[in-house]
């Protein structure tokens, strides 16, 4: 009998102990969790505290998460000036981990062999390029920043008649200074996005004649390479 007794004295601790470890595991779980949600809260979420659009409405948020790495805080502006044909917009977004995505459209008197003769070589004479509907875009293939261009032919509000042309447009380039979300294509596309946004809004601003109907989004720079 004693035997008995001191085999089921023996079972019953190590069943306290088995349930005791589970529960420090359980415990220790939800710590984790709460830590890491913390951490994700606090040091990554600052592009997803942006307001939806950024830079007065211009660009999407997503766009930005795109293209920026994640950040513990970040903040955004924009600017604007406008006399007759001196149209320019900005844009950037600043993050704590110290990269910038920024970009500027305005209007120009150029052509868009000028355009290419600017923007659409890289510093190895290499570039991609995509145009729909009269929107033209350009990326260095060999840029860490993804810098990109876009053109759209634009004969802005307060441009006389007898000056209007068929050179004047839109003209915007941007890009990262620091770490890219990603990096190659994806980075490339992704900062192109954002400059097409920030065109087609200094397009709306500029009140272009006989205004086109712009396309939702450019063609994809890998279906064109």
Not at 12 to 20: F, I, V
Not at 151 to 160: E, L, N
Not at 189 to 214: G, I, M, S
């Amino acid at each position: 009998m004693a035997r008995i007794t001191a085999s089921k004295e023996r079972f019953a601790t190590s069943e306290y102990t088995a349930k005791g470890f589970v529960t420090s595991l359980a415990v220790l779980g939800l710590v984790c969790t709460a830590a890491w949600f913390g951490y994700a809260q606090i040091f990554t979420k600052g592009l997803e505290r942006l307001p939806p659009k950024v830079c007065d409405g211009a660009v999407d948020r997503q766009v930005v998460i795109r293209t920026l790495p994640r950040t513990r805080t970040a903040e955004e502006g924009a600017s604007q000036r406008y006399e007759r044909e001196d149209l320019m917009f900005s844009c950037h977004v600043r993050t704590s981990a110290g990269s910038i995505l920024s970009g500027m459209a305005r209007v120009e008197d150029a052509s868009v062999q000028q355009w290419l003769n600017h923007y659409g070589t890289s510093t190895d004479g290499d570039a991609v390029r995509v145009s729909i509907g009269g929107v033209e875009a350009s990326a260095e293939l060999d840029s860490s920043s993804g810098s990109s261009s876009i053109y759209i032919p634009c004969v802005p509000r307060g441009v006389r008649a007898e000056e209007a042309n068929e050179s004047y447009a839109i003209i915007a380039e941007a890009g990262v200074i620091g770490n890219g979300r990603f990096s190659g294509a994806k980075l490339r596309q992704a900062v192109t996005d954002f400059t097409y946004q920030l065109t087609k809004h200094t397009y709306a601003l500029a009140e272009c004649r006989n205004p086109r109907t712009l396309p939702e989004k450019l063609p994809r720079y890998e279906d064109h390479a």
